[in-house]
């Protein structure tokens, strides 16, 4: 079983900082992408970053130059620094892991965390 558990939401000013966490725990061989989604009150939930075991990220126009995904590989954890931050950031963001092997041949397709709530005042 994995499980991912997210830290480090919270209330913020417009132009703060923030940086979430998110540990993956288990029987964990290794893990291809990990990433960040965010869901806003009344809309989809959509991508904010991932990065892969090699280190390629990709993010989301939105937040590029505001936001940075990293990882370490050793812990099983990700990582997102955001500042800058705008009111239009709020939402819950949820950590994703994809392609986790568990054992040897033998593979998680994705797992995703619960949640942190990150609000950004004006």
């Known amino acids: 079983q994995v499980q991912l558990v997210e830290s480090g939401g919270g209330l913020v000013q417009a132009g703060g900082s923030l940086r979430l966490s998110c540990a993956a725990s288990g029987s964990i061989f290794s893990i291809n992408a990990m990433g960040w989604y965010r869901q806003a009150p009344g809309k989809q939930r959509e991508l904010v970053a991932v990065i892969t075991s090699g280190g390629n990220t990709d993010y989301a126009d939105s937040v590029k130059g505001r936001f940075t995904i990293s990882r370490d590989n050793a812990k099983n954890t990700v990582y997102l620094q955001m500042n800058s931050l705008k009111p239009e950031d709020t939402a819950v963001y949820y950590c994703?892991?994809?392609?986790?092997?568990?054992?040897?041949?033998?593979?998680?397709?994705?797992?995703w965390g619960q949640g942190t709530h990150v609000t950004v005042s004006s």
């Open positions: 994703n892991a994809d392609s986790i092997q568990v054992r040897l041949g033998v593979y998680v397709k994705t797992a």
